[in-house]
């Protein structure tokens, strides 16, 4: 470790020394924790919300990463420090995507609605991520607030009507919404965008613009026909979109790259009245004389989801959303949504001239990939929600393994040699071993009874040291910078591990007493040190973190300062230390990924080459984007090899293998 200054010395310690010197509360029991929260006086008060997921499929990893595990790890670590915090999330029902996913499985709307929110609940409660509520956008609250936004909005003059060519089925008989149209994107050349945005250069774009479009249903050729419809006028919203997207973006320093470039071009190229009404059934219908055959557009209506599902949260819904003075809004979600939360939906809520509060910080990242492709489900390639829980791995495993290569600056893959590596090392090997290894021995030779510690200079290095990586932790998650918060636990559990190889207290405990006195203080250390863990852990991986605070007999769950205290005093007694990780091998990885590898996709021939032919109806698989070269992860240093013990020391066993 590099050396401490005389400062950090100093300050490593005051606080320590100050809160040895506390006696430890008495348990007592823990006040009920109110069951709705409301914004406070004279405190952070944080709301965070993840991008909604479609209720037409099934979850995958990169859905997972992108939006709702982030936003539970953030909301866990804005719990931890004792801001006043909320979570809501729900599934997005309406629109296209599932009018067609009900006709594929040949059921109405609704009840697919159902299948799928119920199917969504129980992936994300396998991952432990913790909602205030998850809620759904399918309901009468959401139709009385989506209509008052847009009363406001056409109070104000910022509703246009207009007529667009529009592509109608003659063989289905209807006009055909965006995502009932697939083609040839007119920008990259992409076979298969859909009506709305292509999936491989993220350009938006009207139905009609498609080269060679086809209807998705019966895959019939669509004429232009002309339909009315409503648009928001967003040019005459662009200056305060613009000034609010400059202020907040400037005050906020928090929105990822990639938000702030998505949303930038989208502002730099120039905002364009956009249509809020769709020719559907499914959704949420249009209050206005002469459209009330219609509904609105899924990404109006969409994003007033948030406040939709607060209001079945709590009837005070308005003092988290109309309070912006005393909110903090964090949103999470993939890039592809960035440009709705960013521009869209902040220009509809500055339009209706209302308090509403609008976000200020925006977490748009890339996107996860799957061993170097797309995931795929009708190819059966890659981990999707309902199929981890199947794999006898861990939820916090998967929950670690996913923030660890979180997508925060570009495109990652998921790799399941890279899942068993970094399971054994880091968890296993660098976490596992230093809490085993402190716990056992204060067990083993103190009685389960945290000794007495008197600092010496090292201890003190190394407490300075840690007060570093906690210091560096909590910048890191306040600016949302979550995969690289998860490495300075990592870097205290190796700093703790060192301090244990260097100082020998197997040796020292079968010494003198002076000796056997100064082995219990460097282990009373690292106990305390695993305190610390347990609480850094509690975002990224809450069950792990529960075990350790359950084998440490610690009721701590604020983490209320940046350097480390003594949590654990004089005489506490620990609970029974036992492994909280286990070994992944070779052979469980090869066969998990055989699993999951799916069907190889043939190739399309270059122009003028015979056809691959198609199943009818059988739809077409995007092609996979070319994957960014990854940076090479940088080699951990070894840890010197502990020197062998003759067979009467009691050195601490190194954790045993189990399976959880």
């Known amino acids: ?173 209807r006009f055909l919404a965006d995502r009932f149209v697939e083609g040839t994107c007119p920008f990259c050349q992409y076979e298969d965008a859909r009506g709305d945005q292509c999936d491989k250069c993220g350009k938006l774009m009207n139905a009609p613009d498609l080269v060679n479009s086809r209807c998705k249903v019966c895959s019939a050729h669509p004429i232009i026909r002309s339909s009315k419809h409503l648009f928001l006028d967003l040019p005459k919203i662009e200056s305060s979109t613009n000034d609010w997207f400059n202020k907040t973006v400037e005050d906020s320093g928090k929105w990822t790259q990639t938000a702030r470039v998505v949303a930038g071009t989208w ?83 500055l339009g209706t001239k209302e308090p509403y509060t609008k976000v200020n910080h925006l977490s748009g990242i890339e996107y996860l990939n799957y061993e170097n492709t797309k995931f795929s489900k009708s190819r059966s390639i890659g981990i999707f929600g309902n199929d981890a829980k199947d794999t006898g791995i861990d939820s916090d495993i998967w929950r670690f393994y996913l923030m660890y290569i979180r997508p925060e600056t570009q495109d990652t893959s998921f790799s399941w040699v890279d899942l068993m590596t970094k399971n054994n090392s880091e ?58 918060g998860l490495r300075q636990i990592f870097n205290i559990g190796r700093l703790g591990n060192q301090h244990i190889q260097v100082n020998t207290p197997w040796n020292l405990v079968k010494g003198s007493e002076e000796e056997k006195k100064r082995a219990g203080s460097i282990m009373a250390l690292c106990a305390n040190i695993t305190a610390l863990i347990a609480l850094l852990l509690a975002p990224y991986t809450p069950k792990t973190s529960e075990k350790l605070r359950d084998q440490l007999n610690f009721k701590g769950t604020t983490l209320e300062n940046d350097h480390l205290i ?53 739809s077409k698989e995007p092609k996979q984007p070319k994957e960014p070269k990854q940076p090479k992860e940088p080699k951990q240093p070894k840890e010197p090899k502990e020197p062998k013990q003759p067979k009467e020391a009691e050195q601490p066993k190194q954790p045993v293998e189990v399976k959880d």
Not at 67 to 76: E, P, T, W
Not at 285 to 310: C, H, M, N, R
């Open 1 to 173: 470790m590099e050396g401490a200054t005389i400062d950090e010395l100093t300050e490593a310690v005051k606080y320590f020394s100050i809160h040895q010197d506390i006696p430890e509360a008495v348990e007592t029991v823990e006040p009920v924790e109110p069951s709705v929260v409301l914004p406070g006086e004279n405190c952070r008060n944080i709301l965070v919300t993840s991008a909604l997921p479609y209720v037409n499929n099934v979850p995958h990893l990169g859905n997972i990463v992108g939006s709702v595990l982030s936003a539970d790890v953030f909301a866990r670590y804005c719990r931890l420090r004792g801001y006043r915090t909320i979570y809501i999330c729900g599934t997005d029902e309406y629109g296209t995507a599932t009018e067609t996913k009900a006709m594929e499985e040949k059921c109405t709307p609704a009840e697919l609605c159902e299948k799928y929110y119920n199917c969504h609940k129980e992936v994300y409660e396998w991952f432990n991520i913790h909602f205030d509520h998850f809620g759904r956008t399918s309901t009468t609250k959401q139709t009385e607030i989506c209509h008052n936004i847009f009363w406001a909005l056409h109070k104000n003059g910022f509703i246009l009507e207009d007529e667009t060519e529009q592509l109608y089925c003659e063989a289905c008989e």
């Open 267 to 349: 502002l730099k190229d120039g905002l364009k009245p956009r249509c809020i009404t769709r020719d559907l059934k499914w959704g949420t219908p249009v209050p206005l004389e002469g459209y009330q055959s219609k509904v609105f557009y899924v990404w109006f209506d969409a994003p007033i989801g948030y406040l939709s599902i607060s209001s079945s949260y709590t009837k005070d819904w308005e003092k988290w959303w109309k309070n912006p003075d005393q909110v903090e809004l964090f949103q999470f979600m993939a890039k592809d949504n960035v440009p709705f939360h960013a521009v869209i939906f902040p220009s509809c809520l």
């Open 427 to 484: 968890l296993l090997n660098n976490l596992g071993n230093f809490i085993n290894r402190s716990l056992m021995f204060i067990a083993k030779n103190f009685g389960s009874k945290i000794p007495a510690i008197e600092l010496d200079q090292s201890d003190k290095e190394l407490i300075a040291a840690i007060n570093r990586e906690l210091k560096l932790y909590v910048e890191l998650l306040e600016s949302i910078k979550l995969r690289d």
């Open 566 to 618: 003594c949590f654990l005093k004089e005489g506490h007694s620990i609970g029974t230390p036992s492994p909280l990780f286990r070994k992944i091998d070779q052979a469980e990885i090869d066969a998990l990924k055989k699993k999951f590898s799916g069907e190889i996709e043939v190739p399309k021939p270059a122009k003028g080459g015979k056809k691959n032919t198609k199943k009818p109806g059988q």
